[in-house]
């Protein structure tokens, strides 16, 4: 069983629906980062959080926005996705901003129309 | 900047007989490294890692890996493969400061009865 939890683990959306993605760790970590993976690929690293502050923006398009409320929250703000948008989204956490290992979630698996 | 080299996209090995995947990274000065996996339908898990110290290294679920700064290598290293090894294996190197990960493309290990 993973530490970090993802929901939902599937979701299907249209280009101009508003959804968003949800991660949550009770482990005290205070950094958090999200990746997308798309198939056979490596993770790509697209925010990370250090403190519930945005740390760093590896230039991700407008469309998805983060959000940190709390020290054990993470969202992911989706909106007028593209159909290269489909991939699986990662969450991590870990005790400070790159501290190792980064416990990973098992992902949510999203489909653009 | 740092980079990670995995050079087998896929390796197959029957039950029970050892296993190496290579990896090769790229960076000025010692990096940290990493070893992940990745099951299908979940996220990644953190084999083990080198930071200093004592070039091999030992991990979870059996691993080994070895870090030669000559060959700029720190291969994986498995005895007596199992079944459920079969999974994607993903080479990191952490540098710069922030010490985040960047992964190498990924060896997918099939393993035969």
């Known amino acids: 069983d993973t530490e970090v939890t993802q929901t939902p683990k599937h979701l299907v959306m249209g280009m101009t629906n508003k959804k968003s993605l949800k991660c949550e760790q009770h482990m005290g970590h205070r950094a958090m980062y999200w990746y997308k993976q798309k198939a056979k690929k490596p993770p790509e690293l697209m925010f990370v959080y250090s403190y519930e502050k945005l740390s760093i923006n590896e230039s991700v398009p407008s469309r998805f926005s983060p959000e940190c409320p709390n020290s054990s929250l993470l969202n992911l703000h989706l909106h007028a996705l593209q159909p290269e948008d489909s991939a699986l989204y990662l969450c991590a956490s870990s005790l400070s901003k790159g501290d190792q290992p980064q416990h990973f979630g098992d992902g949510t698996r999203l489909s653009i129309l | 900047a740092q980079s990670v080299t995995q050079p087998d996209i896929h390796i197959t090995v029957s039950e029970g007989a050892s296993l190496e995947l290579r990896c090769n990274y790229s960076y000025g000065a010692t990096p940290y490294l990493f070893w992940y996996v990745q099951s299908p339908g979940q996220g990644l898990q953190l084999l083990l890692k080198?930071?200093?110290?004592?070039?091999l290294v030992q991990g979870i679920k059996g691993f080994e890996a070895e870090f030669k700064r000559s060959q700029s290598s720190f291969n994986l290293r498995k005895p007596s493969v199992h079944w459920s090894d079969a999974a994607e294996y993903f080479c990191?190197?952490?540098?710069?400061?922030?010490?985040?990960?960047?992964f190498g493309r990924g060896t997918s290990l099939i393993v035969h009865p």
């Open positions: 080198y930071f200093s110290g004592d070039t």
């Open positions: 990191a190197v952490g540098a710069g400061g922030s010490y985040i990960p960047t």
